[in-house]
């Protein structure tokens, strides 16, 4: 009998998504008789203890008996049950130093530790996620910064409505002015950005068309891997080789400063990956760019003027052109940015159905009948030590 528990977010700010909805978990105990389901009581998540309750689950606040530990975001060392598997987005696999604490108490408590990041199909796709949502939301919100700006339109917050259908009831009638828009990635977070595009009848143009003229119309050009990065010798791009030497290669992002109103970023970054532009850019006076959604949201990043986290309640912030310091968004020297780590936070319900049925498809079928090579990759701590595959993190896990 595999006995899995849905634990409470204890996380600040908190979470409100879960792992899986109440119809999921109803799904799974009906569907396989060796799978147990225990719901830990919380006041924060989206969906609330009675609907559990109502679908037939078990809420709980001691999950003790249960095997394996389903979270969100990383969970407090206070609320760590010794000698416990755990899956949860343990933002350790690049040596966050904002987690190291984490680390050393999971390996001390002998924990095993698997990590949704990191589980992937072969080709190095990731399997979950809630990129999809965060594009939603974040698109919507690069689009509501501009209005805001501008007033020349207004659009509410995505966290008003219930769910992602009733957000699109609001765009009907929505007329957006002759604005140009730039998509950046290639992942799931891309798609829930062109999505929202799409929504709005934004209309897609070609690069070339794009940088050249001028529209009547609003507008988006979807910028992937090959139109961003260029090797510095042989001047090619290969998606391989980019992602193993990305110090290589250099941005070609400048000529699109002078024909964007809208910056939407949903690219993949680390450390060794060139920024789009660099911080002097802003002062530049064809510097077109008024509203930039940092979808990704990596703090001086792809994005050099990601000055850090926002929050969802006050999500948007000015950065100054010419000194690059923190403003008011909106002011008349400034750009604004919208800088959020927790995106699909604004659409839980939807967000949280979404991952669970990765979860279910993917998964957890998988740990049921004792595990595969992708749980196994995905691994970083089996019995409170590193696996050889995270080897990499030993001075890291070093007390």
Known sequence: MLVIGLIREGKIPSDNRVALTPAQCKWLKSNFSDISIKVQSSEN???SDQEYLHAGIEVTDDLSACDLLLGIKEVPITQLIPSKKYIFFSHTKKKQHYNQQLMHAMMDLGITLIDYECLEHKDGQRIIGFGFFAGIVGAHNGIMTYGNRTGAFKIGRVGDVKD????????????LP???IVVTGSGRVAHGI?????LMDVQEVEADEYLSREFEYPVYTHLKGSDLYRHKING???RTDFHEHPDSYTSLFKPYLSQTDVLMNGIYWEPRIPPFFKMEDLRLTDF??????????????????NLGDATIDDPIYGVDRITGSKTAPYLPTSI???AVGNLPNE???DASRFFGEQLIKYILNDIRLGGSETIHKATILQDGKLTRTFDYLSDYAMH
């Open 288 to 305: 077109r760019i008024q509203a930039i959604a940092d979808i990704t949201d990596d703090k001086n990043g792809s994005i050099p003027c």
């Open 45 to 47: 998540r989206c969906f």
């Open 164 to 175: 992602y259908r009733e957000l699109i009831h609001t765009y009907f009638g929505l007329k």
């Open 347 to 349: 659409l839980p319900r």
């Open 336 to 338: 604004d940015v919208m």
């Open 236 to 238: 090619d791009y290969s």
């Open 178 to 180: 002759p604005i140009k």
């Open 194 to 198: 062109v999505e929202i595009m799409n």
